[in-house]
C-alpha cells in the first residue's frame, strides 16, 4: 500500500512559492495545509518525550488552540497521542505536534512521510535544509488512514521558541513550511508543495477504491 513512497529522487534544490501556483491548490481534495482546518479535525500532543520536550509540545498546541479561539470563537478539539483512538483516525485530518520520540501517532507513521530529520538538517521529499535549530510544518496522506491528511508540527532539536508564530488556518497556503528559530525572531526559510507526493498517493487511492 505504501509503495508509492519508494523510490523517492534526491533534489538538492528547494522550490520558492509560485504566487500563481497557489490558486491552482484549491479545491483538489488534497493540500495545502490550511484546507485541512475547513474540515473535522483533532490536534494531538505528542506525551512520550522529555519534561522538556512535552512542555514546548504542549506550548505550541496551545498556540495553536489559542489562534483558532481568536478567529472563530470556539475551542478546537485536542487529544494526547495516548488518548486517540482508531474511530478518531477514521473520521479526523490529524495536527500531529511532536516527532518520531515524542509523539506515538508519529512514530506510527515515520516510516511513510515525507520528512527525514537529524540534528543537523531535515530533508523534505528531497529538499535538504541544513541546521541544528530548525521547525518544520507540513502536509502529508494519512498513512492509516489514506482518505485524510495528516498536519505534522515538530523541531529537528526541540528548544523553546516562543516568537514562532504560524496561523495556520489562514495562511498555510503551502504543503511545508521550513523556519529557521536561531535567534530572537524565527525566519522562514522556505516553503513549497508535494506535486509528486499528492500523484503517488492520488494513483494508490484510485486503484485500491474499487469503481461504483
Excluded at 17 to 44: C, K, M, T, Y
Aim: with cysteine; net charge neutral; glycine share 8%.
Amino acid at each position: 500500500m505504501f509503495e508509492f513512497l519508494r523510490g523517492k529522487q534526491r533534489r538538492s534544490e528547494s522550490r520558492k512559492v509560485q504566487a500563481d501556483n497557489i490558486f491552482q491548490r484549491f479545491s483538489l481534495g488534497h493540500g495545502p495545509i490550511e484546507q485541512v482546518f475547513g474540515s473535522p479535525f483533532l490536534i494531538v500532543a505528542g506525551t512520550l518525550g522529555s519534561p522538556t520536550q512535552n512542555m514546548i509540545i504542549q506550548n505550541l498546541v496551545e498556540k495553536l488552540r489559542d489562534e483558532w479561539k481568536k478567529v472563530y470563537f470556539v475551542e478546537c478539539m485536542w487529544k494526547k497521542d495516548t488518548e486517540v483512538v482508531a474511530a478518531d483516525i477514521e473520521k479526523y485530518h490529524l495536527v500531529l505536534v511532536g516527532d518520531k520520540e515524542s509523539n506515538s501517532l508519529i512514530s506510527r507513521m515515520a516510516d511513510h512521510l515525507p520528512l527525514r530529520a537529524s540534528g543537523r538538517s531535515i530533508d523534505l521529499e528531497g529538499r535538504v535544509f541544513d541546521g541544528d535549530q530548525l521547525g518544520y510544518i507540513y502536509i502529508s496522506p494519512n498513512p492509516l488512514n489514506l482518505l485524510k491528511q495528516v498536519v505534522v508540527i515538530g523541531m529537528n532539536q526541540w528548544s523553546v521558541a516562543n516568537k514562532w508564530q504560524f496561523y495556520l488556518p489562514r495562511v498555510g497556503v503551502c504543503d511545508y513550511f521550513v523556519f529557521d528559530l536561531q535567534g530572537a525572531n524565527p525566519r522562514l526559510r522556505d516553503a513549497g508543495y508535494f506535486d509528486d507526493l499528492w500523484r503517488r498517493t492520488n494513483e494508490i487511492v484510485h486503484t485500491s477504491i474499487p469503481p461504483h
